[in-house]
């Protein structure tokens, strides 16, 4: 089946113009993931700032053009969508960025975010069917219309101007929604309020999620499956609680490591040593990228790039250390990510 | 309109110089009512007069009434200015949101020739165009041909603006909104830019008069209309300044510098709106 | 400062003059059907004013080069040939002169009152629009804020008209118009000097006088600007003086973007310059230009007005090489 949403072997770099030889980033290397929607899921993608998962979100919605590889929505190259398509592709792909102010248009009062779908993709047919619409959003995320309508965002809080942006991209019933770092500037109060929202979203409409954040605890309050980013490329995925409670990656172990825990006899991140990674050169890409900074690094590390070593039908994890499992190939990331209905939960073999 | 009278109190400069262009177009319309602009003709009274209760603002060497050409003068002028400053920030509009929104090779071309146009002083050119065309001169063709190179600074600037909005988070979500690039730049984009294309406007207007008054100083003018320029020009042309006839060249040289008094206030105060930071100033 | 990046300037100072040259041979042809050279020949040749041998000397002349039998673009590279050998042809309101040494006349006299007025204007400006901003100034600077301001608004022309109508007709102080005592033939006698100055004194007043408020209202707004910074607060609590604060830390920053204002104004400031000269029957460029247009002399009008595009073209090649010595920023950078 073809999935919805797909990235293949996806390279993003950055700089390196003409005078610009040294200055290279390299965002994301290699990257394949298959976003499946059937059934409805939420996957994680964690990493810390410089991972690479906004270039991802970006890339994903097509808002920047991989420098390799391929993006591809229903089979079809986002570059290449015919205007149907592409009219297609906003319905079922839609967006929460992070900043809740910059995405509004401070000439315009909040309503203007919701009509504004409305109108362009014809969702109501009169102006009475719209504001229902908008209504119904609005109640979806917790918002009541008379205190949120006929203002401008300033007089808005946070909160609700994120709200209000989620009840945004829910009046298309997209069946797959990118929020990338949806909570991360809003009030930790509201936070968890929030995530439920979205979480609420996949339970009533079925509309999966790929949420991207730095947060590996919100991460494991609602995400399904997980991915983890390490300076562009998927270090550790699979089921959440897999992942979580028992990391196999170095780095996803430092990860998880450094949550501080209200447990007096285990103390923070005494367990974790770490090389410091502030000198490693920009552009080495041979052997894994985690390798400077790996409490366990070996001879192998530096030589060649880590495959995903398959531990368990449902997780992957690029590391020499699990060199007795058998690989899997990047393409076929989406296998392990695959939402466990109450029939398939002791299968062993991946689908 | 009390939304109105508040803006007009915190941005004095606005207020003071529409205050002014008011003013003269009071004047313009009471004068057009009262005296007409019949008299602004060669021999409706006798040549050379200084001002009197008979003839206000006294006469020129032709015989013209000069308070009527003074009233006839005041629109004309500032439809050169309204015209080619109007024009000339229309085109620099367009150019300056298609180099700013669309980038690339379409940025690059209309940058470039802006670039190269810009230093070439326009008195120069438009001196050559007009002395050639100069029996074709009227009013209008004056102020298309001023237009003509006050284009290049509105659309850097506005080019500028542009740049500076659309990556902003809000353009990418109108974007998923099914927003197209016309939606975009109409709705999303030019409504944020309205106080400085309003200040740009008042600008272009300035600029457009300062050019006519130019052309008019070498006598590049409409021969047969009383602009305001034209008029200073016949005065000197006639030696009215050596022989000390103020009332010729005096009066629209005052309202001259009214109007110009009035646009740079204007202008300065919608430029101060229109970019908060610069309220902060003494 | 990179040498890529002198080349680019000089190139694009060729790139410029070219473009302009290129309009202003192209723009006049697209009037319908009129060819203004020939119409005023004709009009000479129909007023009888000028001996018809050399009418006709003049019209062969033309023919050969502008003919209109031949092709556009021949026309194009003749006239541009000639224009890289300032070759502009005859006057013609002063047959047989040649347009060239017409201008050749008359340029320094421009360049001499320009230059002069706009050196005043520009430090005497800078310097007050800096006091303006400076809160340790006098206080009685801040009181030439309106004046200032008012006169700014104003073209250097029209203020010439005041100023010659108060200070020359009304109070006898200066002459009326003129560069020299007429009659007198221009020589490098003290007494000619000081003739000439004093001619000169009201068309420079006139040109300082109106200019002098924009410059300070630039310098004013950029100090303003500085003075919020950082470094000013911290030059002042290791307790420099404030003159050295204001002069070497202030000044010398608000200065480097005054003199972009500069580069970019010299058009404006050129084209008032040569309207000034008109209304004070001045011996420069702008006499000539008037009564080039007055007269329809279209080859010294092509002549004059290569020169200004030439001028300013170069004045802001020259000042766009001097600037990054002015601004260790842009001299380090990639240029």
Known sequence: MVPLLEARHVT??????????????????????????????????????????????????????????????????????SREQRSRFLRDVQVIFQDPYEVYNPF??????????????????????????????????????????????????GGQRQRVMVARAVLTRPRLIIADEPVSMVDSSLRATILESLSELKRSFGISLIYITHDLTTAYQIADHIVVLYRGSAVEAGDVERVVKNPQHPYTQLLVGSIPLPNPDHAWQRDVVLADSSDAPVVDLTGCRFADRCPYVMEVCTTARPPLFQTDPRRVAACYRLDHAPTLRSEDLGEVLVTATPTQANTLTAE | MKKLARFLRTNPSIAIGAALLCGMLLFWLVGTITIGTSRAVPLSGPPDQPPSARYLLGTDSAGRQLLPVLIAGIPLTLEIGLLAGGVGLLIGTLLGFSAGYFGGSVDSIIRTTADVILPIPALAVLVVIASTIHTLLSVE?????????????????????????????????????????????????????????????????????????????????????????MTIFWAIYYGATLRGMWWWWGPPIVVLILVFMSLFLIAQGLDRYANPRLRRTA | MSAAYVVRRVLLFFVVVWAATTLIFFLPKMAPGRNPVVERIGMMVATGGVNTANIQAMVDAYEQKFGLNKPLWQQYITYLGDLTRLDFGYS????????????????????????????????????????????????????????????????????????????????????????????????????????????????????????????????????????????????????????????????????????????????????????????????????????????????????????????????????????????????????
Not at chain 1, 61 to 71: I, M, N, R, Y
Not at chain 2, 172 to 198: C, K, Q
Not at chain 3, 151 to 174: D, E, M, T
């Open chain 1, 12 to 81: 993003k770099v950055f700089g390196g113009g003409l005078l610009d030889k040294k200055r290279v980033t390299v965002a994301l290397f290699e990257f394949t993931l298959g976003v499946e929607v059937e059934p409805p899921s939420i996957t994680a993608v964690v990493g810390e700032s410089g991972s690479g998962k906004t270039t991802l979100a970006r890339t994903l919605l097509g808002l920047a053009a991989p420098t390799q590889g391929e993006v591809r929505y229903r089979g079809t190259d986002l570059k290449r969508l």
């Open chain 2, 141 to 229: 063709i004056m102020a298309l041909v001023i237009a003509s190179l006050a284009w290049m600074y509105p659309t850097r600037t506005i080019r500028a603006q542009v740049l500076s909005l659309r990556n902003r988070a809000f353009v990418e979500v109108g974007r998923f909104s099914g927003e197209t690039h016309v939606d975009i730049i109409f709705r999303e984009l030019m409504p944020n830019l309205l106080p400085y294309l309003a200040a740009s406007f008042v600008g272009a207007v300035g600029a457009g008069i300062l050019a006519g008054i130019g052309l008019e100083a070498l006598g590049l003018g409409p021969q047969d209309k009383p602009t305001l320029g």
């Open chain 3, 92 to 335: 013609l309101m002063l047959y047989p002169t040649k347009v060239i040494d017409v201008i050749l006349i008359s340029m320094p006299w421009t360049i001499g009152l320009l230059t002069v007025s706009t050196v005043i204007a520009f430090t005497l400006g800078t310097l007050l629009g800096g006091l303006m901003a400076w809160p340790k100034a006098p206080q009685a600077i801040h009181y030439l804020l309106p004046p200032l301001f008012m006169f700014s608004v104003v073209p250097y022309y029209l203020f010439g008209l005041i100023l010659v109508y108060i200070l020359a007709f009304q109070i006898r102080i200066f002459p009326m118009g003129g560069s020299s005592q007429y009659g007198t033939v221009a020589n490098l006698s003290p007494a000619f000097i000081v003739d000439v100055v004093y001619h000169s004194i009201l068309p420079s007043l006139s040109i300082i006088l109106a200019s002098l408020g924009f410059w300070a209202l630039g310098m004013r707004a950029m100090m303003v600007g500085i003075a919020g910074e950082d470094f000013m607060l911290f030059a002042d609590a290791k307790g420099l003086k404030g003159k050295r604060i204001f002069l070497g830390y202030a000044m010398r920053n608000a200065l480097l973007p005054q003199t972009t204002t500069l580069a970019l104004s010299l058009g404006t400031i050129l084209s008032g310059a040569l309207l000034v000269e008109v209304v004070f029957n001045y011996a420069g460029m702008g006499a000539v230009l008037f009564r080039a247009v007055s007269s329809f002399d279209y080859f010294t009008i092509y002549g004059v007005v290569f020169f200004i595009i030439v001028g300013v073209a170069f004045t802001t090649l020259v000042l766009d090489l001097v600037y990054p010595l002015l601004d260790p920023r842009i001299r380090y950078s990639k240029g």
């Open chain 1, 108 to 157: 315009y009062k909040v309503d203007h975010v919701l009509e504004t779908p409305i109108r362009k993709f014809n969702l109501a047919s009169s102006r009475s069917a719209a504001r229902a619409l908008i209504e119904e959003a609005l109640h979806g995320v917790g918002l009541r219309a008379d205190e949120t309508l006929g203002r401008y965002p300033h007089q808005l809080s």
